[in-house]
């Protein structure tokens, strides 16, 4: 591959990807270059990647254990405070165990490596995560994909493949759309085809549920009807991070045989320390979740005032779809030089013809801030 020419055509396509260098804490205001931008592209929801008492937490933290791990879990990086918090996740989900990962991407990998043998094929909605998708890829299964929650294309599969050992996995919220999988029916439709089956729920914690346990909770799902929960700390909690929860035996076999748990530094310590303390804060969020619930209606109100479409979601992820390349990245382009952050995503992330800013309520948001983004975006398309 000629790296410069796959360079040079994805500029001239309109999907070449740049870095902004922030400045600052993350918040509903950042800061880039000495200027303060109101920021719609983070996906910390409740506010706590900047809350004071989880940064006090941390530092006590750090003096208590330091700023490493110092190893693999299996050797001697498992620490109390790792163990603490596998138990209290384990109960704020009300599942039988949990096992503490660095990243989504890990923890993913390490559930279709283990679960997956030559005989699985896996069912994967068509608009999952890249993580959920790659690690269908680099199993020893065979990854089929359905149509974005169509439970009717689901259920050919499954009937079609019957005769495999089935694995389904999907999100729980979708990260670029804000809807969520119908995950009654897909349980359900699990059951009858002995399908087992994983949700990845990285958007839905915290915000969705009673206590923010996202939208199994929401749902009144139990870990019978969905075995196996991935779950981030990147997002709502705040922090980095993720984790799987299950029954005993599964997290048992991840600890004994996930190449991406065995081989890789435990997260530090201190950080393990603060995510259990941050999840006091989701459970107790009552009023972040309302915030956001506020605002979200909010948004589509004044959207529709300026006669702006909006999509079906009624998450925190609001895409405002455009659908050229061009125009999308245009218009991105135009809110940032009136000192707003919207994401721009584009094909391969979406599909063809649905490009789109991806933006992001949050409960640090305020109505005043959803006012000056959507005038800014009707301006700007003027």
Do not use: W
């Not at 729980?172 to 995950?183: E, I, N, Q, R, T």
């Amino acid at each position: 591959m000629d790296l410069v020419d796959d360079i040079d055509r994805r500029k001239k396509a309109g999907l070449f990807r740049s870095r902004r260098t922030i400045q600052s804490a993350q918040g509903a205001s950042v800061s880039i270059d000495n200027e303060v931008y109101l920021n719609f592209s983070s996906n910390d929801y409740l506010g706590l990647a900047n809350h004071e008492s989880l940064k006090a937490c941390m530092i006590d933290a750090i003096d208590r254990y330091g700023i490493g791990a110092g190893a693999s879990q299996l050797l001697v990086g498992h620490s109390r405070p790792h163990q603490k918090l596998e138990k209290k996740l384990a109960s704020f989900l009300s599942r039988d165990a949990a096992l503490v990962f660095t990243s989504g991407y890990q923890a993913n990998l390490a559930v279709a490596s283990v679960l997956v043998d030559t005989n699985t094929v896996i069912l994967q909605d068509k608009r999952n995560h890249a993580s959920l998708i790659d690690a269908a890829r680099l199993s020893n299964g065979h990854l089929v994909r359905y149509r974005h929650n169509d439970l009717r294309h689901l259920e050919r599969l499954l009937e079609k493949h019957k005769n495999n050992n089935l694995m389904v996995m999907t999100e729980g919220v979708f990260s670029m759309d804000g809807d969520y999988a119908p995950l009654l029916e897909v349980s359900d439709l699990c059951v009858k085809y002995k399908a087992l089956l994983m949700v990845d729920d990285a958007h839905g914690l915290g915000v969705l549920g009673e206590s923010g346990a996202g939208l199994l909770e929401m749902l009144g799902l139990n870990q019978k009807q969905v075995p196996l929960l991935v779950g981030t700390f990147g997002k709502s909690f705040g922090a980095s991070g993720a984790f799987v929860a299950g029954n005993a035996l599964h997290i048992e076999a991840f600890i004994q045989k996930a190449r991406t748990y065995i081989y890789t530094t435990a997260m530090p310590p201190s950080l393990a320390v603060v995510i259990t303390q941050a999840i006091d804060l989701v459970v107790g969020g009552n009023d972040l979740r309302q915030q956001i619930e506020v605002l979200i209606r909010h948004y589509k109100e004044k959207m529709m005032q300026h006669g702006l479409t909006t999509s079906e979601s009624d998450t925190m992820i609001q895409p405002f779809i455009v659908g050229d390349i061009v125009k999308t990245t245009a218009l991105g382009d135009r809110l940032y030089k009136n000192k707003i952050l919207a994401a721009v995503i584009r094909p391969p992330t979406v599909p063809k013809g649905t490009s789109r800013l991806r933006i992001s309520l949050t409960a640090a948001h305020n109505k005043e801030h959803v006012d000056r983004l959507v005038a800014t975006i009707s301006n700007s398309l003027k």
